[in-house]
């Protein structure tokens, strides 16, 4: 069994004579469930057998009852519900060697030799206690005649994987926990609405968010909100920050804002390791400038309600990840953690990842600020570098005389407005002139260009749509117009926002450089688009927003369906020829199938997928959902699709369909897009400055390389820069998608998920990397170099 990667392994038959146990530990976070349910299904799916332990570890030492077998059903609509079902506690038996070897004899008797822990540090720690002291403790059970020689052979050896649920995000090594979005979308979702009853008294607000000892939820917090100052435990204010913080104040109301925000992390400390506290920030604000304050603390909030698309996509990714590594481990490999860097999954070793967190919490007390924050992976230290940018304003003394205009191009999406926000203000800081064009090209061919400054950004990033007005007219007809207005208003740099049209848009100026002159100017797209169908980056502004609209409906309408019984839902999704909406939403609510222009499918894929739900309705789970992408397919229409099951699926079960439409462009910015908006903003201007200085020659700007017209994207697991000309050759542009698509992967686990008998392919799964490198603490390597 060591070897499982020889070729042609067949995953259905990986798991075979294995039990698999499952366990939420410590404080709840939302996706738990997802995490459970992927970790049960894709269990059972290798043909291993799958246990529930309820309560956490306190189960696995009571036995018993708390430990019951899971069923594929079992984990039925467990998706959309917060926290954990199978629940958690904190279990000081389990801290002791009596309760571990309890816990032990409970395994061992129903021959589970693989766990897999869903919790914090903490939980995971005790984990690998329990794994190392093994040999020791079933040593025990057999001279007290509790279990038998064979039986303590048979389980010579416990396997040991772990996934980390927390919303404080506080575990080096992983990107993101799962639950920390979520929590991050309950937080938006309550500054949101403070801002409103903020705005109409002019007061100040101080709120308090969780995080234990770490400072993300307040660090991204106060970069989605545009707070004017964060207290975070990593980097505590410098000596004599009250009198900082009172002046920042001022300079916010003076420069015409009427409100104030200040995030408080519940870890945040001065300098000399005292709390900084709520009540005292407010009694400071309201004694020393008289502002109306009031303070708010978070508290549970943070932890409830339904997990976010995202959330629900980490946690079942991981569970997969997790049951892969369950059975390729040997007795030899570290207990791993499974996590994600960037957008790919990766197994770690979980004691260097415990080590690494540890360290942050020495490099806080010894004063190492620095290092603290570097410790904390590179996510972190990205989000504390824009924040520092965006907040500690030092408006330059002399201009730069660069004019830098931003226009929005394409179809509306969210976001939008928080990546205008963060450019104009970084260009401002830098000394620029900052140009607002509206609707698109059209209205740079037009001249409605003005100036836009640094108030008329005030609260953008929580606005949805596009304030300055996209469209999606496309420059090659009117360039002779737009080289006019670019030499008119003396525009110097451009900063292109939008979909496909902004890309395509993007190198038809590129191509017009020979014969205009005025073109030969840096210009940067910025991918934002619900239909993620930008090349050179893996996510595009908006994607997420959308992503959680139509996860959030399709709850709603299974809701609908388990109300009824033996209804099939058909819901068809934007997204032009791209996929991404369809296969992403389908993930993260648990559809039956997911229909895409990139996957192709016929008469027979059909057929199969309604035979599938044919028997389905025979289980307890007697609904469907069937996502259909509005271009997967000119034939396959949803009306074909919606008339094809329900003719095959008469007497058996009826069929609805629901065509969601432009409510995908629509709504708030999710927590995600407002970061991801907000870094993407910032950079962009940074890199046309560097550009700006490159190009620079006699006086004038002249730019006509290929490297100074690029798409800033996300790419695997950093923002990088590639230049347009380059991406051409990676576009299919008659399906307006990129020739590589990465989430094309995940397919396969939606279909395991929804229980098809496919083939995973197993060969390209995550080693385990190092977090520790060789050179000292400090640099991860593992995250770092790639």
Request: charged share 20%; net charge positive.
């Amino acid at each position: 069994m060591a070897q499982m990667q020889t070729a042609g392994a067949d995953p259905t038959k990986m798991g075979i004579g294995r039990a698999i146990a499952v366990l939420t530990s410590g404080g709840d976070a939302q996706g738990m469930n997802a995490a459970v349910r992927a970790t049960v299904r894709v269990g059972l799916y290798t043909g291993a057998k799958v246990f529930f332990v309820h309560e956490g570890y306190q189960g696995l030492v009571d036995g018993g009852d708390n430990i019951r077998p899971a069923t594929w059903e079992s984990v039925s609509m467990m998706l959309q519900l917060g926290g954990t079902v199978i629940g958690s506690a904190r279990c000081k038996d389990f801290q002791t060697r009596e309760g571990r070897i309890k816990a032990a004899y409970n395994l061992v008797k129903r021959g589970i030799t693989n766990l897999c822990v869903i919790g914090g540090d903490g939980s995971l720690t005790g984990a690998n206690l329990f794994r190392t002291e093994w040999s020791g403790l079933l040593g025990d059970l057999v001279s007290k005649g509790k279990i038998t020689g064979d039986e303590a052979k048979s389980a010579s050896h416990l396997n040991i994987v772990g996934m980390v649920g927390s919303i404080d995000n506080d575990f080096c090594g992983t990107d993101m926990t799962i639950g920390t979005d979520s929590a991050l979308h309950r937080i938006m979702e309550v500054v949101d609405s403070i801002t409103t009853t903020a705005q109409s008294h002019q007061r100040a607000f101080i709120l308090e968010v969780m995080g234990r000892h770490c400072g993300y939820l307040a660090l991204v917090t106060a970069l989605a909100c545009g707070a004017d100052w964060v207290f975070i435990p990593e980097m505590p204010p410098d000596d004599g920050w009250e009198e900082h913080l009172c002046r920042r104040l001022m300079e916010t109301r003076n420069r015409g804002s009427r409100l104030n925000v200040i995030i408080v992390a519940e870890g945040a400390m001065g300098r000399d390791g005292k709390p900084i506290t709520c009540d005292q920030i407010k009694e400071l604000v309201s004694k020393r400038l008289g502002y109306d304050t009031r303070a708010t603390i978070l508290g549970h909030v943070q932890r409830g309600g339904t997990p976010s698309a995202f959330d629900r996509i980490l946690g079942s990714r991981m569970g997969v990840e997790a049951v892969m590594a369950l059975l390729e481990a040997t007795p030899d490999t570290p207990a791993c953690v499974v996590s994600l860097s960037g957008n790919q999954a990766v197994r770690l070793p979980l004691m260097e990842c415990v080590q690494v967190t540890k360290d942050v919490t020495v490099a806080m007390k010894e004063g190492r600020y620095d290092d603290a924050v570097k410790l904390r992976g590179r996510s972190f230290e990205n989000n504390w570098n824009t924040y520092k940018l965006l907040a500690h304003v030092h408006l330059p003394e002399t201009k730069s005389n660069i004019n830098v205009a931003i226009l929005n191009v394409g179809a509306p999406c969210a976001g939008m407005n928080a990546a205008v926000r963060a450019a104009v203000r970084i260009g401002i800081i830098q000394g620029h002139n900052m140009l607002a064009v509206h609707d698109g090209f059209e209205g740079l061919a037009q001249g409605k260009i003005e100036p836009i400054n640094w108030n008329s950004v005030g609260g953008w990033t929580g606005k949805g749509g596009s304030v300055l007005g996209t469209k999606r007219v496309l420059p090659a007809k009117h360039i002779e117009e737009i080289s006019l207005n670019i030499a008119k208003h003396n525009i110097h740099a451009l900063v292109i926002i939008g979909g496909f049209e902004a890309f395509s848009g993007g190198l038809e100026l590129v191509q017009a450089r020979q014969k205009y002159e005025e073109l030969c100017i840096p210009m940067v797209v910025i991918p934002a688009t619900v239909s993620n169908n930008v090349p050179g980056s893996d996510f595009s502004i908006g994607a997420d927003t959308a992503l959680n609209t139509i996860t959030s409906t399709c709850d709603r309408i299974k809701q609908s369906a388990a109300g009824t019984k033996r209804r099939v839902f058909i819901i068809e999704t934007m997204g032009g020829y791209c996929g991404y909406l369809a296969t992403m939403s389908g993930l993260a609510a648990g559809a039956d199938a997911a229909y895409i222009y990139e996957d192709k499918f016929g008469i027979r894929d059909l057929e199969a997928n309604v035979e599938h739900l044919v028997e389905k309705m025979k289980t307890t789970v007697k609904r469907g959902l069937i996502l259909r992408n509005e271009n997967c397919n000119a034939n396959y229409t949803t009306d074909f699709i919606f008339n094809l099951y329900s003719e095959e699926g008469k007497g058996i079960f009826d069929c609805r369909k629901n065509v969601l439409g432009h409510m995908q462009q629509g709504g708030t910015p999710t927590p995600f897009d407002r970061n991801f908006a907000t870094k993407m903003g910032a950079k962009s201007v940074l890199w046309l400055t560097e550009k700006l200085k490159e190009c620079y020659r006699h006086g004038r700007i002249f730019a006509n390389s290929a490297d100074s017209a690029c798409v800033l994207g996300m790419k695997k697991r950093g923002l990088m820069f590639q230049a347009l000309a380059e991406l051409k050759e990676e576009t299919d542009f008659e399906h307006r998608i990129p020739k590589t698509e990465w989430w094309l992967k995940l397919r396969p686990i939606l279909k395991i998920l929804a229980k098809y008998k496919i083939s995973l392919d197993t060969t390209e799964h995550a080693h385990m990397e190092h977090i520790i490198s060789k050179r000292g603490p400090v640099a991860l390597s593992g995250k770092m170099k790639e």
